[in-house]
């Protein structure tokens, strides 16, 4: 069994005209949300041990959040970046075995997407949105649509 955390990005700031999707930085609301949700996780013993983020600076920023509260490093993975839901699949049937508890960090509508291919239900990501989903596989590599299993959607 495996646990897998599809994670969205925290709010980002629109702020700043002419700069570019792949850097926009989190807003002030992100800023708060990100580290609150990374103690929830936390305070709820999820046993996080392996984070890979898009390598957009909203997704980074978010990411160090939770890597920071659980003392580990953030794996950039560029294809996470607007990645479609089966992308994020393969990309998670990719993890390393060590891993048991891992979270995917990217974008919506992405991740919603992901969620709804891996567990067969639909939900809504607002920003900062965690979806736990049980994975009742052994080996990450036989992650396919339809293993998983809805626990809950974490929202700040």
């Known amino acids: 069994m495996k646990t897998l955390l599809l994670a969205r990005h925290a709010k980002s700031d629109w702020g700043f005209p002419g700069l570019a999707d792949h850097d926009r930085p989190l ?13 929830r996780l936390v ?15 909203r997704a980074q920023s978010t990411a160090g959040e ?8 953030v794996v950039e993975e560029e294809l996470l970046y ?3 839901a089966r992308a994020i699949l393969a990309i998670a049937a990719a993890l390393p075995e060590d891993s048991s508890v891992a979270m995917l960090v ?18 809504q990501m607002p920003t900062c949105a ?18 998983g299993r809805l626990l809950r959607i974490h929202t700040p």
Do not use: K
């Open 43 to 57: 305070d709820d013993e999820l046993g996080l041990d392996r984070i890979v983020s898009s390598s957009a600076a």
């Open 130 to 147: 965690i979806a736990e989903c049980a994975v009742d596989i052994g080996s990450w590599d036989e992650l396919i649509e339809g293993t």
């Open 66 to 73: 939770y890597a920071a509260a659980f003392g580990l490093a």
């Open 82 to 84: 607007a990645a479609s």
């Open 27 to 39: 807003n002030a609301r992100g800023r708060r949300d990100a580290p609150a949700m990374a103690q």
């Open 106 to 123: 990217g974008h919506n509508p992405g991740m919603s997407d992901a969620v709804a291919e891996l567990t067969g239900q639909f939900v």
